[in-house]
């Protein structure tokens, strides 16, 4: 399974008088990395979200808000501070007392201190169905938020496959290449040799012996066998249900070992020009996969 790391998601639920809206966005990060926003009164739930948000997600940046609204109006959500109100007037009483002031004390005095009016707070079955909207609607937004990520998830997964291909290709050309080189080698040494020396201070034993050294510098064989297999496995691994970001991020960095090597063992500039265009592909890869979970 192919997934990005990347999308937004929206969620609603209402019950009760309230209705919570969830709004999730996700960016690429080796890790899962949890960011929220939410209001005072789910502010105790902050534990409970990040677990259902790891449930359903393994990696990624995640920035989560949450907003609470109540759809039946039941006057203003605000109260006042009795003992406050008691007080600054039995002070207001004082020094008018004192400073022999006839005028009554009256409400627009008292309302000039501060702290006389305060939110009301929810009781706890009202909290109760802040949370049970809240949860309802983080599911919902993470459900749309992973509908969003499959889908590009489906359309990275075909760009891999096709860069994947690519590469593999380019690996039966290269094959191909590389089982003439150790005759054309053989020959070219011998040949040169001869021009250098003459035949009676040549050691056949000895001259097959260094050729046979320099082949096998050369060979590329077991690299190939190694690169192939690690095309198949990069493929088998889109069947995955599990995320693979990682498994598909290591196989990339054995992949570019394996096509280094070739490069630097080959020492010939036809298969050099086939390595250059695998690792242009492989480019490619590594950076979408950066972007899968």
Request: charged content about 30%.
């Amino acid at each position: 399974m192919i997934r990005s790391m990347t999308g937004f998601g929206r969620g609603e639920y209402s019950s009760n008088g309230f209705q919570v809206t969830i709004e999730v966005k996700t960016l690429n990060s080796r890790y899962l990395d949890i960011s929220s926003r939410m209001p005072q009164t789910i502010q105790q739930h902050e534990f409970d979200i990040k677990e259902i948000i790891q449930k359903k997600l393994s990696r990624g940046k995640v920035h989560l808000s949450v907003n609470v609204e109540k759809t039946v109006k039941t006057g203003p959500n605000i109260t006042y501070n009795e003992e406050l109100v008691k007080s600054y007037g039995k002070i207001l009483e004082q020094i008018k007392f004192l400073a022999n002031i006839q005028e009554p004390v009256q409400i627009r005095d008292i309302l000039h201190f501060d702290g006389i009016f305060k939110s009301k707070e929810e009781d706890e079955e009202e909290l109760k169905f802040i949370w049970e909207c809240t949860s309802k609607a983080i599911d919902k937004a993470l459900d749309s938020l992973n509908e969003m990520r499959d889908k590009e998830g489906e359309e990275l997964k075909n760009d891999l496959q096709n860069q994947i291909s690519g590469i593999a290709e380019i690996v039966k050309a290269v094959e191909k290449l590389s089982e003439n080189r150790v005759p054309e080698v053989r020959e070219k040494l011998q040949n040169r040799i001869k021009s250098m020396i003459s035949d009676d201070q040549i050691d056949p034993e000895r001259l097959e012996l260094e050729i046979a050294l320099i082949a096998d510098k050369m060979d590329i064989n077991e690299e190939i066998i190694r690169l192939n297999s690690h095309l198949k496995f990069f493929i088998e691994a889109f069947k995955s249900d599990t995320p693979v970001g990682r498994r598909l991020n290591f196989l990339s960095q054995e992949i570019n070992r394996e096509l280094n090597t070739i490069g630097s063992k080959a020492n010939d500039s036809t298969i050099s020009q086939h390595i250059v265009l695998g690792k242009e592909k492989l480019e490619q890869i590594r950076e979408q996969v950066q972007n899968v979970e």
